[in-house]
């Protein structure tokens, strides 16, 4: 099918978040919202029992369609992809939404509908107020298992099916629920542009897994972009063009050819190790928080992961707690599927959020500096010990290290090793088999930390600088505030200087020391990181091949004098431009590309 030439009468332009790289350039196809209206209404005398099993049938009609699905997408995208659609079956399955639902309608005499959209209201209230975008995106799991429910008790079909397209679209949406991306003609939808989500959620995934480019985010498309209107969708650099001329159109289509042979290149790399010039390795690891972006991982060739986020274990169970078999099961697979790799295990790091106020029965004032990570983990020893467990456990199956974020004071580590190592002497003399050699670390992400690196690795395996919040305490600045954001500068010589310290005592204690912050992923930042001694990098899985390539293009005598280099000027912006300007000279080819956007 030839592609259309845009008109160029009045492009609009929209910016969102890319969460599936990849340029597509078509038409539109707007989706209409999916909601289907909820009334509440009163039930007749003695008809509740009659409406608890509607919605029982309901829920059961549900979980068989949730589980053909998974189904289907486990033979077209992999096991790995199947199970984004386990967490909806599980949400479907537990029993609380069920009891709750059936309580509601018994207690207050309503429809099934108004009261399971009720009780579902506050467990999406719970996902909306969290500080955390990966941990919000999982809400969009929880309104699909209620669209799908709705859908069946009210008789609507007003469910979008996306497997009988004929021609070749960019679909725009105000929403996609997963349901609906893992219903997707792969020959026909050739982009996805939505106004929510956003790159964690179950919808990217689905994206990302199936080869689709994707931009979220973007607010209000929706409304603004009309099925038929010519569209750019660039999924790398989260951006949208609606109606672009002649002249843009044509670079555009260029700019993907070139993409593709570039992203062609770099998977080519894939089995190769990230080798500088003289041969010093450097070992590059994935950031997930899904057992299913582990087949991302080694598609982009990922020695392992160096960062395991186990909030989404947590949240999902809100406003409980999960047990020690969901961690161990977890954790198993992880480290089952991950070998010969290693895991790195973070235990909780949630805090602040109305889930963590109402646990504690406080609100934080002020969550970021407030009661979360291993503050919080001290605090409900319960809950830290139970995590502990799984994950000993887990480790007899794999290789395995446990880290602990927030460590800010020297106590807070001692406390924290002296849980585990009880925790230890319980599983052996119950038996359990577990590993009890797990090497222990600690997340450096707060200033006071990296000022005291000697005193605190004496008592740790291993160091890993969390660069996204040490920036943002050093620098004392919100890094989600729009009005500060020209403030987040990774670059800066205080940055720069705290992990050189934070190497140099790693180095002196005999400890390893890795990033596993958004620094680590560019480019750029990972020449300044190798050049002050940081041999081991975790990213984002998609952002491990441009990495590579850099890395193996560069001699580590040459990071090491551009470090000093940059050092000796005075602000960010001119050590962020000696930084592309030197690397940009140490890559031989196609510099531009190499070194993506701005670290």
Not at 11 to 29: C, W
Not at 527 to 556: C, D, F, H, W, Y
């Amino acid at each position: 099918m030839k592609e259309p030439a845009g008109t160029g009468d009045g492009t609009i332009r929209l910016r969102g978040v890319g969460v599936s790289g990849g340029i597509a350039i078509g038409r539109a196809l707007v989706l209409e919202g999916p909601d289907v209206a909820i009334f509440r209404l009163d039930l007749p005398p003695g008809k509740a029992d009659g409406e608890v099993a509607r919605f029982q049938r309901a829920v059961r009609r549900a979980w068989r369609q949730l589980r053909d699905l998974r189904d289907r997408v486990r033979n077209e995208a992999g096991e790995a992809y199947g199970r984004v659609f386990e967490a909806q079956i599980l949400i479907l399955r537990d029993r609380a939404l069920h009891q709750e639902t059936a309580s509601l309608i018994r207690r207050e005499h309503v429809n099934a509908e108004w009261a399971f959209h009720t009780v579902v209201g506050r467990y999406t209230q719970v996902f909306s107020q969290l500080g955390d975008q990966a941990l919000r995106d999982r809400g969009t799991d929880i309104e699909d298992v209620e669209a799908r429910v709705q859908a069946i008790l009210t008789g609507s079909r007003k469910r979008h099916d996306l497997s009988e397209l004929t021609e070749d679209v960019i679909v725009v949406s105000a929403t996609l629920c997963p349901s609906d991306a893992a219903g997707l003609n792969r020959e026909r939808v050739i982009g996805l542009a939505i106004d929510g989500g956003g790159p964690t959620s179950h919808t990217a995934v689905i994206a990302s897994a199936l080869g689709i480019p994707a931009v979220a985010g973007l607010r209000d498309a929706s409304t603004r972009v009309r099925t038929g209107d010519f569209l750019v969708l660039d999924g790398s650099e989260g951006v949208l063009l609606n109606n672009p001329g002649e002249e843009e159109t044509a670079s555009w289509r260029d700019r993907r050819t070139r993409l593709a042979q570039r992203e062609l290149d770099l998977m080519m790399l894939r089995d190769q190790p990230a080798v500088t010039q003289e041969g010093v390795r450097v070992r590059l690891q994935a950031n997930i928080e899904l057992v299913e972006e582990l087949l991302a991982a080694r598609r982009f060739g990922a020695e392992g992961i160096g960062l395991y986020r186990s909030e989404f274990l947590y949240v999902r169970k809100a406003p409980g707690f999960p047990d020690e078999e969901e961690h161990y099961r977890t954790y198993r697979e992880l480290a089952e599927n991950a070998l010969p790799n290693e895991v790195v295990i973070r235990t909780l790091d949630l805090g602040g959020e109305r889930y963590v106020s109402t646990l504690l029965e406080r609100r934080e004032p002020n969550p970021v500096l407030g009661l979360r990570g291993i503050r919080l983990c001290l605090r409900r020893e319960d809950m830290f010990r139970t995590q502990i467990r799984g994950i000993l456990r887990a480790a007899a199956h794999g290789k395995v290290r446990m880290m602990f974020p927030m460590i800010s004071v020297l106590d807070e580590l001692r406390r924290a090793r002296a849980i585990v190592n009880e925790v230890k002497r319980d599983l052996l003399a119950q038996r359990v088999p577990c590993d009890p050699d797990v090497p222990v670390g600690i997340m450096i992400e707060v200033p006071a930390a990296a000022l005291t690196a000697d005193l605190l690795a004496r008592e740790v395996d291993f160091f890993s600088i969390g660069t996204n919040d040490l920036i943002q305490y050093a620098l004392a600045i919100d890094r989600g505030n729009e009005s500060v954001a020209y403030l987040y500068q990774p670059l800066h010589p205080a940055i720069l200087g705290l992990v050189r310290r934070v190497v140099d005592a790693a180095e002196r204690a005999g400890v390893r020391v890795s990033v596993c912050g958004e620094m680590a992923a560019s480019p750029v930042a990972a020449v300044m990181l190798a050049g002050l001694g940081v041999t081991e990098l975790s990213m984002n899985p998609a952002a491990i091949p441009p990495v590579k390539q850099v890395i193996r293009a560069i001699r580590m005598a040459d990071a090491r004098a551009l470090v000093e280099e940059t050092l000796r000027l005075d602000t960010p912006a001119a050590i962020e431009a000696l930084a592309r300007r030197r690397v940009s000279e140490l890559v031989p080819a196609e510099p531009a590309a190499a070194l993506g956007s701005r670290p």
